[in-house]
């Protein structure tokens, strides 16, 4: 089962900053936190990923609490097709482990 | 910019029937896996592949199901003989490995089974 969890569902409007969060109480030291999202029934495609340290890309953002136990994505200027379900992975840093997804947060941008 | 690719992007077959989806991965990616989607459900994985070998699978993986590397290009999925509850999206990823942990997927496949 996923280690992860995030609200089911969340709104934005265009324009604004989306910030979703996902609580990963259980993470361990050798654990990153990836985010993905789903747009439709299209494959998953990768955002971002983090240990410990913010990162940011071209996409967005990843705020990781100082305890780790937690995270925020953020996408700084939400847009229509930014609506989309966004899955909060945690995996462990070495290896090729697959990944397990939960149900994710349904992110709906509204104009 | 490279990306997974996989065909058909739909597949509608009989019960009973055997089928076959391909992927291409990214040119240089060692790691190799399938997932699958179930209509109103979440992704779950069946299947990673690494070095010519089954390196995981899952419980949904059972001897229906086998994947092969043909060739230095493509990654199958087979499934034997198809039932109603095969039918779903079916994804394929790769990765690059070497502490490149990031797993890129392709667009996947819905099959029906009817």
């Known amino acids: 089962d996923a280690k992860t969890t995030q609200p089911p569902s969340m709104d934005c409007a265009e324009g604004r900053a989306a910030n979703l969060p996902c609580n990963h109480s259980?993470?361990?030291?050798?654990?990153?936190v990836y985010w993905y999202r789903q747009i439709h029934s299209q494959g998953p495609q990768y955002i971002i990923h983090g240990l410990k340290n913010n990162e940011t890309n071209e996409m967005a953002s990843l705020i990781i609490t100082e305890d780790r136990k937690s995270s925020t994505l953020i996408l700084p200027h939400a847009t229509l097709r930014d609506t989309a379900v966004y899955y909060c992975?945690?995996?462990?840093?070495?290896?090729?482990?697959?990944?397990?997804f939960g149900q994710g947060t349904r992110l709906t941008i509204n104009p | 910019e490279p990306e997974v690719t996989q065909t058909p992007s739909h597949q509608v077959t009989q019960m009973g029937q055997e089928v076959i989806l391909r992927c291409v991965p990214i040119s240089n990616h060692l790691y190799f896996y399938w997932y699958r989607q179930i209509l109103g459900q979440k992704v779950e994985f069946l299947v990673s592949?690494?070095?010519?070998?089954?390196?995981?699978k899952s419980e949904i993986f059972d001897d229906q199901f086998s994947v092969e590397r043909p060739d230095g290009s493509n990654f199958t999925l087979k499934i034997r003989s198809t039932k109603l509850e095969d039918s779903a999206m079916y994804f394929c990823a790769s990765l690059f490995g070497l502490n490149q942990e990031t797993q890129y997927f392709g667009p996947g496949t819905r099959l029906l089974v009817l």
């Open positions: 592949f690494y070095n010519n070998e089954i390196s995981e």
């Open positions: 992975i945690v995996k462990v840093i070495q290896g090729a482990q697959k990944l397990v």
């Open positions: 259980t993470i361990s030291g050798n654990e990153y």
